[in-house]
């Protein structure tokens, strides 16, 4: 640990708060959104501004000190955080600037997209983002971007107009298509590799009260809606867009009591048409297999935004396993029913993304993100309050995931891995991961940034 004269002249160059473990807040402040991840930082920086940012890279690189930088904390493997090291957290860095007239928003580095859409809504604009609203910006941003709008829009990281960067020797600079191309470039899917990213600016799109929600069907019928599913949503209009999953019914509001509990299949609908015809255009999907529950109707996007929050709140144990997927075989349909049958518990799910739409129509080697021609990103989560049920949740995970794997396109969307190796993220970018390491070099040759999926510089 940084001896206490250092500590002092650090925390006399931030207007924001430095916290260390004899702090009343440490507790509260090293935390992050999975708590299977238990890690005790040396200390804490809560910056304010860039100006905050920058001493604290400086600080962390002189003192030789691991850095984790920490936006909304949601990240799988807990990367926010370190053990006896350096968190930047940049939470209180949140503002958000709509601009409705270019439809352009500029986003702090510590926003959660809760913020953003709270900003975006009062003039009709949705930026696409995940599915849960106390997802920070950064990591959701950087890791790629996968939601509700994928389809219709793209990633987050092709809707990226440009971004604020601290560079590991305390540089700060501007990474757009024309300024610092390439580190524009490694910054949409490379992740924290490359500097923090203090602001974000993004294309905002036409996005009010979608016709959206979930359709769930009994477990028996998994089979077929899932065959069905894997053909339509590849041909599908760009306005739909639907990920599949599977879940136990949580027994709460607005889930009927006689579904509580139950293991059931599901799709969580998004359609960005004409309102007028939402109607026509669910009803043959509506006739297929008559859904025991149907809650698609028009929302807001951020009460859609926010549907899963109160399912999925910080604080529970999370065990991570992904893969891209370019096809949906009937084997893989097998094993799909086979581990659902046996979901541990109930937050435990599986959930398929569709990659496919306009995020599919750029080159692979447009940004970092590789697999273009992927279908679906899946992830399997073994989630419980308990830590008594990480042993369990962990096992089922792996199991699924190991017996679906060999039926993978391989690599698998870096915000749903944990640490799983070198090779592993290798896989994930594929053919840029070269490209990506000669950037690395460039702007990080010391690797300050590697505390997340790591690039190494070479």
């Not at 015809?277 to 008559?290: D, G, N, S, W, Y």
């Amino acid at each position: 640990m940084p001896n206490e004269p250092a500590i002092a002249v650090f925390r006399s160059q931030l207007r924001g708060k430095v916290i260390d473990p004899t702090d009343a807040e440490y507790e509260t402040a090293r935390l992050v959104y999975n708590r299977m991840i238990q890690r005790r930082p040396w200390l804490i920086a809560q910056c304010v501004d860039v100006a905050d940012v920058i001493a604290a890279v400086k600080f962390g690189r002189e003192q030789g000190l691991r850095i984790a930088i920490r936006g909304g904390g949601h990240n799988a493997a807990g990367l926010g955080v370190c053990d006896d090291g350096l968190v930047i957290d940049l939470a209180r860095m949140n503002s958000v600037h709509v601009d409705p007239k270019k439809k352009t928003v500029l986003v702090g580095g510590g926003a959660v997209w809760g913020d953003v859409e709270h900003a975006t809504h009062a003039f009709g604009l949705a930026v696409p983002t995940g599915i849960i609203s106390t997802t920070g910006v950064g990591g959701l941003t950087l890791g790629g971007g996968l939601g509700y709008l994928t389809r219709r829009y793209g990633l987050t990281i092709d809707n990226l107009l440009g971004a604020d960067v601290v560079l590991a020797d305390g540089r700060y600079v501007n990474a757009t298509a024309s300024q610092n191309p390439d580190l524009f470039w490694g910054i949409r899917g490379g992740g924290g590799n490359f500097g923090v990213v203090t602001s974000f600016l993004f294309k905002a799109h036409p996005v009010h009260t979608p016709y959206a929600g979930p359709m769930l069907w009994h477990l028996e019928d998994a089979g077929e809606i899932l065959r069905w599913y894997r053909t339509f949503i590849v041909k599908a209009p760009l306005d739909i867009n639907g990920f599949f999953a599977f879940h136990k019914v949580p027994p709460n509001a607005p889930f009927p009591a006689h579904l509580h509990h139950k293991t059931m299949c599901g799709i969580v609908w998004c359609y960005t048409g004409p309102r007028k015809k939402a109607e026509k255009v669910f009803a043959p999907i509506r006739k297929l297999r008559t859904p025991a529950l149907d809650l698609v109707g028009p929302i807001p996007h951020p009460a859609l935004q926010t549907m899963f929050d109160g399912l999925f709140p910080p604080g529970l144990q999370w065990y991570w396993k992904a893969d891209f997927v370019r096809t949906l075989p009937d084997e893989a349909i097998a094993l799909h029913l086979k581990f659902a049958a046996t979901l541990p518990t109930l937050q435990s799910t599986m959930h398929l993304y569709p990659v496919n739409g306009a995020a599919g129509r750029l080159k692979k080697t447009a940004t970092a993100w590789w697999h273009r021609d992927a279908q679906w990103a899946q992830v399997i989560v073994g989630v419980d309050p308990s830590p008594a049920k990480a042993e369990e949740i962990t096992k089922w995970a792996k199991d699924y995931w190991s017996a679906l794997h060999p039926l993978s396109a391989g690599g698998a969307y870096i915000n749903f891995m944990m640490e799983e190796g070198e090779e592993r993220i290798q896989a994930t970018y594929g053919r840029n991961h070269a490209k990506l390491a000669k950037i690395k070099k460039k702007y990080d040759p010391e690797n300050v940034f590697r505390v997340n999926q790591n690039i190494k510089p070479h």
